[in-house]
């Protein structure tokens, strides 16, 4: 499995104040670090920005982004997530993960049998969830992104070995 060569780093929560500056939800250890990886990408490429925090505001960051120099400016990118190049970010220690890398695994049982593919990664506050589903699944098998539920994940295999709870198989 090739790792996606942009990480999403943060998104656009809207306008802040009058003059162009906007409202960064950034989603870095340290939310101050995002502007260290600039320049920022769109999900699609199409746009890139510097940053310069001006700053912190409640639920974020107020930040300007090269290119925006008004109000409308800025509420027109409400929702736009922004990436950065991996190059640019830090190595992380072997039991880290970015999520960008966890999509797309497949993930067995101990035993080895195939309990489907990660195709997404939520945080709800309480922890990672990983969103499981393999074919005929109607329902995705949710579950806690902990040592005791997913105790191996090898990213040179493309495969995470889970362990569910029975309340939740």
Known sequence: ?????????????GAFGVHGE????????????????????????????????????????????SGVATKEQADALRGITLWADRGKLPSLPDDEFYHA????????????????????????????????YAPGQRQPLLLPFTRAVVPTVDLRAGRIVADPPEQIE
């Open 1 to 13: 499995m090739t790792k996606p060569d942009r990480i999403c780093v943060g998104a656009i929560a």
């Open 22 to 65: 906007v409202r960064l939800k950034s989603f870095c250890a340290t939310p101050e670090d995002i502007a260290h990886y600039a320049p920022l990408y769109t999900e699609d490429g199409a746009h890139s920005y510097t940053v310069r925090l001006t700053r912190p505001v409640a639920g974020g960051l107020a930040a300007r982004l």
């Open 101 to 132: 890398d966890l999509i797309g695994l497949e993930v067995v049982d101990p035993g080895g049998a195939v309990l489907g593919r990660v195709r997404a990664v939520h945080n709800h506050g309480a922890g990672d969830i990983l969103e499981v």
